[in-house]
């Protein structure tokens, strides 16, 4: 039985009918890329030029502003950047590339395979290339073609007004045109891609023609080609009737940036109209009522807010709207878009706002892929700060350092420079969006989250991990225990399936089974097993009280019922996780606490004051756990109690890895306990800040 076969038929025993069309929609999908491919036959000519002029409504009306664009405290480093582009040279998923005189769109750089320049459709560029060498990864060469670095041109040009900015952009348009003759090549196999580049042209474009425009035959070819692209997206949209995420929003984006620059063509207007309906609607398809996208990923969720957050202003602008500051652009956006919309974009960047409060860097939850939409700047902050600084400038919310007013992402964005916004101070803040299972809790110094909910939008996930109860948390800022994120997709296989496993989480598994079922080759499909339920949320000026279970491990021989309460004393300053495992027969169970770079546990030579080596009475539980070991974890310690015998509860401290951005991988220990147990299974682990006297709370009701 094939692996896709394993997932639909897994699918199809909870929901039998949307498994049916989803299958008959990715069927028809993949049909219509395979049999519509003459699209680029009978383009308009655009030889009057209508259409250039639309290209500066796709920026805010600061572009004539060239004395003050020079004096933009951020302008040194984009010019930089655009120094580098013009000599080809490029900076992708953090690594340095030189291409030489000519670039390669095709080619893997890192390990020199080449993708064929065949038919699009007969790609399959998100599997393993026969004859291609381990570790090739189509993400590589797709990033180079989404064209971010035409942003840094662009501004460069607007900055100084060199010639030499335009001509690049120019010369590397008409060699990807040259070089990628539709419907051939991998740059066009993924619809995502395509909306992705078309609008990074767009907006590069709307720098260019504000002073002076393009010569008139690459201007031709550069509208022809764009036009090809809207064509393209309104019939290879990734649209499917049950799962939907962030693909088909991109392409929606895509069409609308397009259908606004044709909005004088008949298929221009078509594809405006199309987009514009269909963004509100994707609005509440993908975002819940707590402002969270329903992907079940934070650096998904961020890239979906972006999405959301452009096209909004875009909106905005054809409106007519000209907003000189943050109260009259939300104003603005919500003319344009209805107040829903705009409610849940403030949302979404709230939960971006928490995701950053009082940390060096965020916490990583599902996939991350540092992937960005229209990003103004460069990629050394990930994809997650610069939008924590854009909702800073534009709703208020605390501001990673340093600050929404230094960033060329909220400028060209918003179209003003804001006041300084609230510095990034660690508050006793405890936040939870429930409907996407994200709980947040903090104190002064201790501030973490924990992941109770559903994996996607209605069961069907392609970016959530195995991941239900792990828990994280950092201590003044720096990461303690850890979500060790994403280093690969097709690039690694094994890498993104060990990253997305639940030994990869902060949790228990049980007889070493993946809490939910995924499958080696499907590096995108994950069955919602758990189905989590929360339990209790309940917080107070004193900390937080969070309970929640899962149903993953049902499936086994065992049954196990998986529980696990979160105990936050903010006053005290004590994290304290109360694990309990039902089982219906023995089984293996391991517990595993990744550690952030840098940090080795060492077993604690004496008990602290307090006594910690009594046993555990928890009367809610209804059992008194025994001593087991105390550990230092950096500047934090940690006691484990469990109804397990000391004896054979095993602790290890492996080597492991944690992905601090998406193509890279770091070293980093883990600590598990594991021993092999029946019936009612309880264990305690608290942890406190080191130098500081905590006793356990030996009766706790």
Known sequence: MSEMLSYLLAQARRQPLDTLRFAAGEAWRRGRLRWKDSLHQNLPEFLNGFAGR?????????????????????????????????????????????????????????????????????????????????????????????????????????A?????????????????????????????????????????????AGFFRSYGGFDTQFENEFLETLFLHGRHLAVHSEWNPVARANHYLSCVAGLLHLGILFQETPEGRAWFDLARQELLAEMNNLVGEDGVAREGSSGYHCFIAEIFLTCGLLLARIDGSRPGDAAETRAAIEKACGAPYAESLARMFGFVATLCAGRKSPPVWGDADDGRFLPFEDGRDGAVIPM??????????????????????????????????????????????????????????????????????????????????????????????????????????????????????????????????????????????????????????????????????????????VARELRFDAKREVLTLLDKVTLRAAAPLEWLFHLAPGITPELADEPAAGAPTKPYLNEQAGATLEWNSAWRLGPVRLRIWSSIDPGKLVARVDEGWVAPRFGQKIHAKILSFSGTASGSVKSVFEFSILGENHSPREASA
């Open 388 to 561: 924590a600084r854009v909702g800073a400038a534009l709703y208020g919310y605390a501001s990673p350092p340093p600050g929404p007013e230094r960033t060329a992402d909220v400028f060209w964005r918003l179209g003003f420079i804001p006041p300084s916004a609230t510095s990034n101070n660690a508050t006793a803040d405890y936040i939870a969006f429930p409907q996407a299972g994200f709980f947040f809790f903090s104190s002064p110094r201790l501030r973490g989250s924990i992941r109770c909910g559903p994996l996607g939008a209605n069961g069907w996930s392609n970016h959530a991990h195995c991941d239900q109860l792990s828990v994280e948390f950092c201590c003044d800022g720096r990461p303690v225990v850890v979500d060790p994120g994403l280093p690969s997709y097709s690039g690694d296989p094994q890498a993104r399936n060990l990253f997305r496993s639940t030994r990869y989480h902060n949790g228990v598994v049980v007889a070493g089974a993946e809490q939910n079922r995924f499958w080696p080759a499907l590096l995108f499909r994950i069955v919602d097993d758990t189905r989590s339920r929360l339990l209790r949320w309940e917080a107070t000026l004193d900390g937080v009280e969070f309970s929640g279970e899962h149903f993953g491990y049902e499936r086994l021989a065992a049954q196990a019922l």
């Open 160 to 204: 100084t007004g060199e010639n030499i900015y335009a001509s690049t952009f120019q010369d590397q348009v008409r060699h990807w045109i040259r070089n990628n003759p539709y419907p051939r090549g991998a740059h066009w196999a993924m619809p995502m891609e395509v909306a992705i580049r078309s609008v990074n042209w767009i907006t590069a």
């Open 54 to 158: 639309n290209f500066a409504l796709f920026l805010p009306p600061v572009i004539d502003a060239l004395d003050r664009l020079r004096q933009l405290p951020y302008a040194e480093r984009i010019i930089a950047i655009a120094d580098r582009a013009c000599r080809n040279e490029f900076e992708i998923f953090g690594e340095r590339i030189a291409m030489g005189s000519e670039i390669d769109w095709h080619r893997d750089w890192q390990t020199g395979y080449r993708w064929p320049l065949e038919r699009a459709a007969g790609l399959s560029v998100l599997d393993s290339q026969a004859g291609a060498p381990a570790g090739t990864d189509i993400k590589r060469p797709w990033e180079l073609g989404r064209f971010h670095h035409a942003l840094a041109l662009g501004q460069a040009f607007a």
